[in-house]
């Protein structure tokens, strides 16, 4: 990001970040590719990046039917003792169910259960949704 004015902080890259994986008016691989840019240049300038900021990053490589990309960033940053939450989880387990991947999308509930994230509503709600979609 250009330096005009105040330095951005976690939240500046955060909005950055959701307007490509949301609203990019490009195609979805430009999007993607250009989130990723921001949240590698959040890491080079050792910005502490938010369970937010991961969530949104999740998000966007699930609206591209890449979860299981998603599962390996968030196991990565589980390793690294990443802030994490359940929105961070239920991006994936959401992204696992529009893949048709009911197994998957158990899998990473369980996981999400088991590393002490207690899942929300929100992760009810998908569960719930994928198995009245999938049985």
């Known amino acids: 990001m250009n330096n005009f004015g105040p330095s951005p902080d976690v939240m ?51 609206r591209i039917g890449c979860a299981d990309v998603a599962l390996k960033f968030i196991r990565r940053l589980r390793y690294e003792n990443q802030s994490l939450n359940s929105y961070c989880y239920n991006a994936i387990i959401h992204g696992f169910f529009a893949e048709g991947e009911v197994s998957k999308a158990i899998s990473v509930f369980e996981e999400m259960s088991s590393s002490g994230i207690t899942p929300d509503i929100y992760s009810y709600s998908i569960l719930v949704s994928g198995f009245s979609k999938f049985g």
């Open 12 to 62: 500046t890259y955060t909005i950055m970040m959701n307007f490509y994986c949301e609203n990019y008016p490009g195609t979805q691989n430009v999007s993607i590719k250009d989130a990723y840019k921001i949240l590698k240049e959040m890491r080079e300038k050792e910005i502490s990046l938010s369970a937010a900021t991961y969530s949104v990053w999740l998000l966007g490589l699930c």
